[in-house]
């Protein structure tokens, strides 16, 4: 698997095979689509675990970000970030793998990130699908009041629906594996 481009290509297919659902959807952002882009049917998935896995940690180091820690918002972001966590620990340059819950909880220990967390840490905040960028920047909110210093930004699909400018206009660089435009260029 060390050729990014047919891990790319390999990484659309699975998306296009299995995520990829065409029909009448609102997404989360209220939006009308006739594209839904259930990205867990693959970043779930052993296959999709293993390509995003390495392909996340080459892109993670193409950009230079150097991060103690990776997570974003539950659930989506939950299995790209233990993903690129179990390959970082594969090639003895450990990630830690965090969760962000959307609210605080309300028993227990009261947090809102859940796992090896620490503040001060360098984070790289990842995302299944990149629509609005209003989880991204929910969970970049949560990590920076908990002390986490956000390096930037990585999904596996940018619907390109104005995320990514929503997040780079706060600042943050942003990164994506593919996008919408590549999963939908060929008819289904």
Do not use: C
């Not at 990829?20 to 970043?43: C, E, H, Q």
């Not at 970082?88 to 859940?114: C, M, W, Y």
């Not at 967390?117 to 990149?130: L, S, Y």
């Not at 994506?176 to 060929?186: E, P």
Request: proline fraction near 4%; aromatic fraction near 4%; hydrophobic fraction near 40%.
């Amino acid at each position: 698997m060390g050729d990014k481009t047919l891990n790319t290509a390999t990484l659309n297919e699975l998306l296009i095979k299995r995520s990829v659902k065409r029909g009448s959807f609102i997404l989360a952002s209220g939006k009308p689509s006739d594209i839904y882009i259930d990205a867990r049917l693959t970043t779930m998935s052993p296959e999709g675990m293993l390509l995003i896995g390495e392909l996340a940690l080459t892109a993670i180091r193409s950009q230079g970000w150097k991060p103690d820690a990776i997570g974003g918002l539950t659930m989506g972001a939950d299995p790209v970030a233990f993903a690129i966590s179990h390959t970082s620990a594969l090639q003895n340059d450990p990630i830690r793998a965090f969760s962000v819950r959307k609210q605080t909880k309300e028993h227990g220990t009261g947090n809102r990130i859940e796992g090896p967390f620490q503040p001060g840490d360098r984070v790289v905040v990842v995302e299944d699908v990149i629509t609005t960028g209003k989880s991204a920047l929910q969970a970049i909110d949560a990590i920076e009041a908990a002390g986490g210093i956000i390096i930037g930004v990585l999904a596996v699909v940018d619907r390109q629906d104005g995320g990514r400018e929503a997040i780079s206009a706060r600042g943050y660089d942003v990164s994506a594996l593919t996008s919408i435009t590549a999963l939908t260029a060929s008819p289904q």
